[in-house]
């Protein structure tokens, strides 16, 4: 009986091996990033602010985590190449055809970026273009 039942452990792993490794995944197929929304998407989808995008695309980006109160308000911060614009409202304000990329960063992360004033996490906007014409990541 014990033998048995090993050699259809052996066959099942053995099938679910070949199984696994007949259809990889393509190395050209770019990986989805849950926390970037890409020049590339919002063309696609013809925006015509950020605001727009970002409810569209992602929209639970704009829902905060933590509960509210009256002495630590929980506001997602917005930022636009560096410089600090407000809260989520502002993304309204900003046109779509210079942006190049729309990066979210949860609580902990737009915490140690950027100070103790994001407990509701951060969205990064970035028009900036390198040398290649790839889009300059935030420092």
Not at 44 to 69: C, I, M
Request: proline content about 6%; aromatic content about 10%; hydrophobic content about 40%.
């Amino acid at each position: 009986m014990r033998r048995r039942t090993i050699r259809r452990f052996a066959v099942l792993l053995t099938a679910l091996t070949a199984a696994c490794s007949a259809n990889p995944a393509p190395a050209d197929r770019p990986r989805f990033d849950a926390s970037l929304i890409t020049r590339e998407q919002i063309v696609q989808g013809q925006f015509t602010n950020a605001y727009d995008a970002v409810k569209t695309l992602r929209g639970s980006w704009l829902n905060t985590v933590r509960p509210e109160s009256f002495r630590y308000p929980a506001a997602i911060q917005v930022y636009l190449d560096g410089v600090r614009l407000g809260d989520v409202s502002a993304l309204s304000t900003v046109q779509t055809l210079p942006i190049q990329y729309i990066r979210y960063y949860s609580a902990q992360d737009a915490t140690s970026r950027w100070g103790m004033d994001h407990g509701a996490g951060a969205i990064y906007v970035s028009t900036k273009v390198g040398a290649q014409g790839s889009p300059i990541p935030p420092a």
